[in-house]
C-alpha cells in the first residue's frame, strides 16, 4: 500500500497502480495515466498517447527519484501504462470503488508478464540512470 501511494506521489500523473512482484525478483507496477495532469505536465490539449517519448522521460525521473535509497522491496523497477482502465464487470474495482489488486493481476497477465520479460518488453518503463 505505502509502496502504491509512493509511486503515484512521484509521479504525479497516474490515477492509479497495481503493485506487481509476489515471488518475482523485483518489484513492478501497472499503471494508468491521469490525462489532465499529463496534459498540464506537458503542454497539451490533446490527450496524451502512452508511448509519448516526453512522458517516458517524466516516469523515468520519477521511478529514479522514488528509487534513490530505497532498499529492494521498495523500489519499483519496471512500469508499464495501460490504456483500458479497471473493469467492474471483471471485479477489478470493488463495490467501494477501490482497485481489487488480486483481480488486476489476473485480469491483466499478458501485462504482468510484459513486465517481467527479458530484455523489457517494448513500452515498459524503467528508472533513469
Do not use: M
Request: hydrophobic share 40%.
Amino acid at each position: 500500500g505505502s509502496l502504491r501511494t509512493r509511486l503515484l506521489s512521484a509521479a504525479g500523473i497516474l490515477s492509479d497502480a497495481v503493485i506487481c512482484g509476489q515471488d518475482a525478483d523485483y518489484v513492478a507496477a501497472l499503471a494508468w495515466i491521469n490525462q489532465s495532469e499529463a496534459k498540464k505536465l506537458l503542454g497539451s490539449t490533446e490527450d496524451v498517447p502512452l508511448d509519448d517519448a516526453r512522458l517516458h522521460e517524466h516516469l523515468n525521473d520519477a521511478l529514479a527519484k522514488l528509487n534513490a535509497d530505497a532498499g529492494s522491496a521498495a523500489r519499483v523497477e519496471r512500469l508499464l501504462l495501460l490504456g483500458s482502465p479497471p473493469s467492474l464487470d471483471a471485479g477489478e474495482i470493488t463495490d467501494k470503488g477501490y482497485l481489487n489488486q488480486r483481480r488486476c493481476l489476473e485480469c491483466r497477465a499478458t501485462e504482468v508478464r510484459a513486465l517481467y520479460a527479458d530484455p523489457p518488453a517494448a513500452g515498459v518503463i524503467t528508472p533513469a540512470g
